[in-house]
């Protein structure tokens, strides 16, 4: 797998996917409230000034962020 690039990510991001898919299904979290947790994690590191070294890591995840709200990928709209 060391040759497979970013497997640890990939596979957080289907587990948190999938926990807020079944979070809503089960009405525990409301549609509204599952879009909120989306948009705090992309405003978080949309608003991350970079001091870290890694204001394009920071952008490529808000911008990963804002694309799965655009599809609905973590939501099932009703």
Partial sequence: MR?????????ALAICESLLLALNDRNIL????VVAILHD???????????D????????????INGIL????SVRRR
């Avoid at 040759?3 to 596979?11: E, F, M, N, R």
């Avoid at 994690?41 to 001091?51: Q, S, T």
């Avoid at 655009?70 to 990928?73: Q, S």
């Fill in 53 to 64: 070294g890694h204001a394009d890591l920071h952008r490529a995840v808000a911008a990963l």
């Fill in 3 to 11: 040759d497979i690039p970013d497997v640890a990510g990939t596979a």
């Fill in 41 to 51: 994690a992309a405003a978080a590191h949309a608003n991350d000034p970079g001091d």
């Fill in 30 to 33: 409301p549609e509204k409230e």
């Fill in 70 to 73: 655009a599809g609905g990928n």
